[in-house]
């Protein structure tokens, strides 16, 4: 950062040479000469020679282009100090001062000076490194994709509309003849959905240490419980959910919907390419005190697809109303399970930019 110097031929040289061997970008704005407006202009610090020096910057300037900072030898005078604080004096620094503590004080003066946009530009370079970081733990905190459990194949596709998501979908083996899928979207996005998502895996890991049997036939028994540590830990935040326990003995599907919406799609494989919503009615986790799911079944024959995505795609689906952006969905869902690379492109979001929401695409396929 530039300092402009400003007092008689020798006090200017005289600091100038101070604070250049201190490390520091000096220059002498002589009055009078051409370039003396924009030495000023190009300055992040005025440092004056005298109160005198101080008030003829400010007659001649109107309004200093940068903060002033007097350098005098000792303290002023009453009279030459209240000159100084009328002017916008930010310091004063009395010599004779060592190099060490002349140079702290010219660096503290800096930072001072520096533009208020500068200093937020930081914050949120700060705030963007941090929220990275944390970008970093909820990926690594999402199951691998694609990734098989027994004959099934799960993969899943997770867009943040900013660095940090309230998407979030996890998938496990639980005992020997079950896995259990969900998809979450936490209300709100950013960084404070994102912290729900830490708490969402916590118990999906509770899930696979602490199930009970009856949970295998009853996903919504999973809901209800997680609804009670939502409103037990009061944080605010609701999660609409579509959750599946898949039995691998008898190939069936057993799901709840807690508020998740679109629906989520059952593709069939059949010849017929019959696709249509597994809809069944809930309320979103973390709102209600009485709660209760419905559970719906279906058959998952070879080739079947169980395709989920999060209502953030539709925000970005080009379709005019939601029946016809449903029906892309069901279509896609006919036409490209298991392919997730294939149904991110066929609704429309396949260049990876982000939307106002965030984005995700949930893909459960029984091999053929």
């Known amino acids: 950062m530039a300092i402009a110097v400003m007092g008689d031929d020798e006090s200017a040289s005289s600091l100038i040479l101070r604070l250049s061997s201190l490390g520091f970008d000096a220059i002498y704005a002589r009055r009078g000469s051409r370039a003396f407006a924009k030495v000023l202009e190009a300055a992040d610090l005025i440092l004056c020679a005298s109160p005198r020096e101080v008030a003829d910057t400010v007659q001649s300037t109107g309004r200093p282009p940068a903060p002033v900072v007097l350098v005098n030898p000792g303290l002023p005078d009453a009279a030459g100090m209240l000159t100084a604080m009328r002017h916008g004096v930010i310091d004063v620094v009395t010599t004779p001062i060592g190099d060490g503590e002349f140079g702290e004080r010219i660096e503290t003066d800096l930072a001072r000076a520096r533009p208020t946009d500068l200093r937020i530009a930081g914050q949120l370079d700060n705030l963007e490194r941090d929220q990275r970081a944390g970008r970093y733990i909820q990926l690594r905190m999402l199951p691998p994709s694609p990734m098989a459990i027994d004959r099934y194949r799960l993969a899943h596709h997770v867009q943040p509309s ?24 936490v209300s709100g996005h950013g960084a404070s959905s994102a912290f729900v998502t830490v708490i969402l895996k916590n118990f999906s890991r509770r899930i696979r240490r602490e199930y009970h049997p009856r949970m295998f036939s009853n996903p919504g028994e999973i809901l209800g419980v997680l609804n009670r540590e939502l409103l037990d830990q009061a944080l605010g935040k609701h999660i609409a959910m579509f959750i599946g326990v898949v039995d691998l003995d008898t190939d069936t599907l ?17 010849g017929t390419r ?73 609704i429309g979001i396949g260049n990876g930019s982000p939307g106002p929401d965030d984005m995700t695409c949930l893909v459960i396929a029984r091999e053929a």
């Open 162 to 185: 900013m660095i940090l998501s309230g998407d979030f979908v996890d998938y496990f083996r639980i005992a020997d003849r079950h896995f259990v899928f969900y998809i979450a979207d």
């Open 254 to 270: 057993r799901f709840a919907n807690a508020g998740h919406f679109p629906h989520a799609i059952h593709a069939a494989n059949n």
């Open 274 to 346: 019959e696709t249509h919503f597994l809809e069944k009615p809930g309320k979103p986790v973390g709102l209600f005190d009485d709660v209760d799911y419905d559970v719906g079944t279906a058959s998952l024959a070879p080739g079947d697809s169980i395709v989920a995505f999060s209502d953030g795609v539709l925000e970005v689906m080009r379709e005019v109303d939601l029946a016809t952006k449903e029906q892309r969905l069901i279509d896609a869902a006919a036409d490209h399970a298991p392919d997730i690379e294939a149904l991110w492109r066929a």
